[in-house]
């Protein structure tokens, strides 16, 4: 059997964090047949620099790429976080489309294409990620890879009339279309898929559900990313968790605490929620003093324009709720603009009544599943789920709420911090069961095992 080949924007190469389910499930795939984690090494260089940084440890390589700080600016900053990030969450009106960027996108694809291809075995298997390396694969096809060659889409798959606002997407197609197994995270993002590559590319929908388009056979499935859900629950009971639990309950005495942590990205529907909450204090003036918003949002791209506009308007709404309804004793929203680590956050999220996750659109959202992974099973809070995260499509017991509608936001959260022990125990239950099932390992086997198949057909 050969190598597993992963290849990543950012790797968890030695010295990087690898905290977090992903890299480590990856990890943990990676030694268990020996293999290869290929990305950008995190640094840029004045000028290219041609060759790879290889890093080992145990029986896994690193094989490391720098980016100058033009391939910074026009393929990461520029393409895959102004035009491809927006348009892959539904949001044509804040993407960017600069023709030199699309340059750039596509010369680092080719340039890594080449980089990583110098270093594939006979009977490798190939697995790249994300909307960095869209193009990767045909890059490896045209430098005449042959063997198993397998994509996992983090992030949504727009409906077909978004996804063709993109000036590239025929040339995206075309080289996703080089993949064997294209890997998406909802049945819906593989129904967009399929649409879209029969409309615009006259792919042909095959009996067994394959696509056949561009005289290959490619297989498009739903492949829904999970965590590990022991981790988070041994996190929970943590001594890090306890203390953090123990410092905000500190601050809030007896009241209800309400929690939200996202990456500070316009996909998460923050300022929505911050209104949702305002609203829910505006109608019920017996909460007020009685209930907290805690969110946490780590700032992320800040380079980007739309980045630090949403961090202005955060802050404008979380202050003006705060001007509006805080007492002498009491102030109706901690909002953090800084990251945690897992195991403060699986406190926070043990000591909340309720998990507010309302994305706009998201690919999965994994902070779902870590809030119900770390209840406590008799005596557990509500998750309240917005309908367009990945993660709603198996978690119908959540209150699923629509992220735009701020009445029905705030009507939800009244409603979970009166449910009955009883229901919300109930629905717990339902979704603790889903978050185990369908874990980050049986994430990764399930992809692997078909990728396995593609080399076997
Ligand atoms: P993200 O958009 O980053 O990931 P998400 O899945 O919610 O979104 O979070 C990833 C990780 O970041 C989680 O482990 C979470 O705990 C951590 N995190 C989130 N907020 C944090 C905070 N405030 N402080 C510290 N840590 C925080 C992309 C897609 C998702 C998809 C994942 C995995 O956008 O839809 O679920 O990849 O495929």
Redesign the pocket.
Known sequence: MGRLIVASNRTAAPGEERA???AVALWDALTERGGLWFGWSGETVERETRGLRIVTEGNVEFALADLTAAELAGYYLGYANRALWPVFHYRIDLARFVDEDWDCYATVNRRFGRLLHQLLRRDDIVWVHDYHFLLLGQELRNNGWQGPLGFFL??PFPPAEVFAALPQHQRIARGLADFDLLGF?TERDVGNFHRYMVEQHGAELLPDGRLKAYGRIIRAEAFP?G?DPAEMRRFSEGEEARTAADRVRRMIGDRALVIG???M?Y?KGLPQRIQAFGRLLDEHDELRGRVNLLQ???PSRETVGAYRDLREEMDRLAGRVNGDYSDLDWTPIRYLAR????EV?AGLYQLARVGLVTPLR??????AK?YVASQVPEDPGVLILSEF??AAERMPSALLVNPHDVGGVADAILRALRMSREERVERWQALDEEVRRNDVATWRRNFLDALRDVEMA
Request: glycine share 16%; proline share 3%; aromatic share 4%.
């Open positions: 977090g389910g992903l983090h992030i995270q990313i965590i942590a996202d990456r990205d996909s946490v949002a780590p990251g945690y680590s897992r956050l998201d690919g999965m959202n994994l902070v870590e995260a990945g």
